[in-house]
Each structure stands twice: as C-alpha cells, then as structure tokens.
C-alpha cells in the first residue's frame, strides 16, 4: 500500500509558475516510476509527465513539453511538477500516481493521489 498527497495547487496568471509536490508514504517509494496526469472539468483524466524510479528517465505530454519539468527526491520521498508558463488550458486538478514502469496510461497507475486544484486565470 501507497499513500500519496499533493500539495502546490493554486491560482497564478497566465505566464506564471507553480512546483506541485508529492509525498509518498508506505511500501518503498524508489521501487516505483511516478506519474502525473491532470482532470479538467468534463474531461477524462490525462498523462502528463513520468519519471522512472531513478530519476533518470521522463516523459511529457506534447502540451507540456517544453513547460513543465518532473523530479523526484527519494530521500525525501517526493516527486515534484515544476510547472512554469502556465496557460489557462493548464487549468485542471493535478494528481499523481505510481507505475511499475514509465507509462502514459492511466490503467498502469496503482496508486492515486486525491489531487490538488490549479487554476490559471488569463
């Protein structure tokens, strides 16, 4: 079993920047890739950024690339969203989840976070 919590989420202008967190507590934090993906209202949930368990490895959705930036501190067990020129399309609530592997879809996510909100006005 795996806890996860987000935190980070907020309101920011178009333009602006915000670092999502995610702490996770329970079996061993480094055995897992993390993922994010994003809800909008009305909207399925969407991959955003992975990084595999070392850290050495990411992946983005083409929407983010380029603007957002995915780590990970196993010390601290941590993964983080580094989210800058941030658009109002970029308005959803932000979760995070683990993998067993540096996967986009969201059927290959065991453990969810319960989100935080980001709202980017224009």
């Known amino acids: 079993q795996v806890q996860l919590v987000e935190s980070g989420g907020g309101l920011v202008q178009a333009g602006g920047s915000l670092r999502l967190s995610c702490a996770a507590s329970?079996?061993?934090?480094?055995?897992?890739?993390m993922g994010w993906f994003r809800q909008a209202p009305g909207k399925e949930r969407e991959f955003v950024a992975a990084?595999?368990?070392?850290?050495?490895?990411?992946s983005y959705a083409n929407s983010v690339k380029g603007r957002f930036t995915i780590s990970r501190d196993n010390a601290k067990n941590t993964v983080y969203l580094q989210m800058n020129s941030l658009k109002p399309e970029d308005t959803a609530v932000y979760y995070c989840g683990t993998s067993r592997g540096l996967h986009r879809l969201r059927v290959e996510y065991d453990y969810w976070g319960q989100g935080t909100q980001v709202t980017v006005s224009s």
């Open positions: 329970g079996r061993a934090f480094s055995n897992y890739a």
């Open positions: 990084i595999n368990w070392s850290g050495s490895i990411t």
